[in-house]
């Protein structure tokens, strides 16, 4: 469910971004769930790390980063796959009308390590205005 109180910040989903109506200090949780879904039986040892960032106009906010990790590994012919993960954060983010807010997720992995990774269910973002 999207609950859009225009007078704060507007967002027309699908949307790339959050735009800002008043200035002020936000609350700002975010919670994504991953899974991987393309582990071949002969990928052993794969490890993968998903980061999530919230960004304003562009930049990096601190405070608003998490990483997932996730990792396949052979021992023998036992799979001991971890292919699930989380990611949440949780920060105040002073910003002014017109600031976008965006969530950038990208992999952090090396470049030889292009995994498939999706989401288990759609990813859930609160923007709160302090009062």
Request: glycine letters at 6%; aromatic letters at 6%; proline letters at 5%.
């Amino acid at each position: 469910e999207i609950h859009n109180d225009a007078s704060v910040y507007t967002f027309s989903a699908p949307g790339t971004g959050v735009t800002i109506a008043e200035d002020g200090d936000y609350q700002v949780q975010f919670n994504a769930t991953m899974v991987r879904t393309d582990v071949p039986p002969d990928n052993c040892n794969d490890r993968i790390s998903i980061v999530h960032s919230l960004r304003r106009n562009g930049v990096e906010i601190p405070g608003g980063r998490c990483a997932s990790y996730i990792r396949t590994h052979c021992n023998n012919s036992e799979n001991h796959n971890h292919l699930e993960a989380s990611c949440f954060f949780d920060t105040v983010v002073e910003a002014t009308a017109g600031d976008i807010l965006t969530i950038e997720v990208y992999n952090e992995t090396a470049p030889s390590v292009n995994p498939t990774v999706n989401s288990q269910d759609p990813f859930l973002l609160t923007i709160i205005k302090k009062q």
